[in-house]
């Protein structure tokens, strides 16, 4: 029996205590908690990495809290149009969706497109008619409402902008303020096998269909035994051109980083090269666990058999 460890996220951003209340800081804490003990029973049960995975971001997306599944954020259009994606990376099958509606847990309908389906990448409608045919579970537009992402994009929805922001800051703040959404984990079971998953409701206010990071593999997802899981948040965009989550599996492979020494030049490097603000999570084969972010906080939390074990949420 090797190591076995998750690792978690929430988002990342301008996440400050001072803006925080001890009951939504207490919220947070608790959510992060539920979310990486129910992937860690996963493992402690010898579960593979990417069930873990899934049971922890079934909790984060039904949790109003964080921007994924229930409580996305809202498009120009006032909907909510979810993207997710899971790896496994023993085999390096992969399934996505993006622009899902309705979808109660998009992480469920990734799986499915991976597991059984022959493609890898669905989206819109047709995402959403192979998620009845699939039987995965469905809910009404009011299900995913939250009273706090509808006031932020109330906010901005008569303007040009689109928010990336997460939490809950002052709306007056909203348009300098960017706080990240998105949840994501990562594992490495019992056998040593990895698996990463991120799901997003992406950003406030956006339009044309829009599509960030988060369901594209090896941008803010990727997952390979021979050298990580990554799950990302942050700008998009940037993950997108930085090719994030595969850069840091490159470094591995072909240079010999570690996971953190990886890591760190992607987030503290790469990215803020580009002025890509952000994080990401990973894990390594032998249970090593990361959590960097290059912005003022990350909500985070990881959990290995070795006893370590952590919730944050600021820097
Ligand atoms: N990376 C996500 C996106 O661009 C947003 C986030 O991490 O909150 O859609």
């Not at 992060?32 to 997306?61: Q, R």
């Not at 799986?111 to 579970?137: C, P, T, Y």
């Amino acid at each position: 029996m090797s190591k076995f460890t998750i690792v978690i996220h929430g988002g990342a951003g301008t996440i400050l205590k001072e803006d925080m209340t001890p009951d939504l800081e207490h919220a947070y804490t608790e959510g992060l908690k539920t979310a990486m003990d129910a992937g860690f029973a996963v493992l402690e049960e010898e579960g593979s990495a990417v069930n873990a995975v899934k049971a922890a971001l079934v909790i984060l997306e039904d949790n109003v809290l964080f921007n994924a599944g229930r409580g996305s954020v809202f498009t120009k259009k006032g909907v909510q149009e979810m993207d997710a994606a899971i790896m496994d990376g023993s085999t390096l099958d992969a399934g996505s969706v993006a622009g899902v509606r309705n979808v109660r847990n998009p992480i469920e309908l990734a799986a499915e497109v991976m597991r059984n389906s022959n493609h890898v990448f669905l989206s819109g409608k047709g995402a959403n008619d192979f998620a009845i045919k699939q039987g995965v579970k469905l809910e009404p537009d009011e299900y995913f409402f939250s009273q706090f992402r509808y006031d932020q994009w109330k906010a901005i929805r008569d303007s040009d902008n689109y928010s990336l922001d997460h939490t809950h800051q002052r709306l007056e703040e909203l348009m300098k303020d960017k706080k990240f959404g998105t949840v994501g984990a990562v594992a490495c079971d019992q056998k040593g096998n990895i698996a990463a998953a991120t799901s997003t409701g992406g950003m406030t206010n956006k339009k044309y269909g829009r599509i960030g990071d988060s369901p594209l593999i090896g941008c803010g997802t990727y997952a390979n035994n021979n050298t990580c899981g990554i799950s990302c948040t942050g700008h998009g965009e940037m993950f997108i051109r930085a090719v994030a989550a595969y850069d840091v599996s490159c470094l591995m492979e072909y240079k010999g980083y570690t996971l953190q020494e990886a890591m760190d030049i992607v987030v503290n490097e790469k990215l803020m090269k580009i002025n890509g603000e952000g994080g990401m999570i990973g894990v390594d084969a032998k249970g090593n666990a990361a959590m960097i972010f290059n912005s003022a906080g990350m909500y985070r939390a990881m959990r290995s058999s070795d006893g370590v074990e952590e919730v944050a949420l600021y820097r």
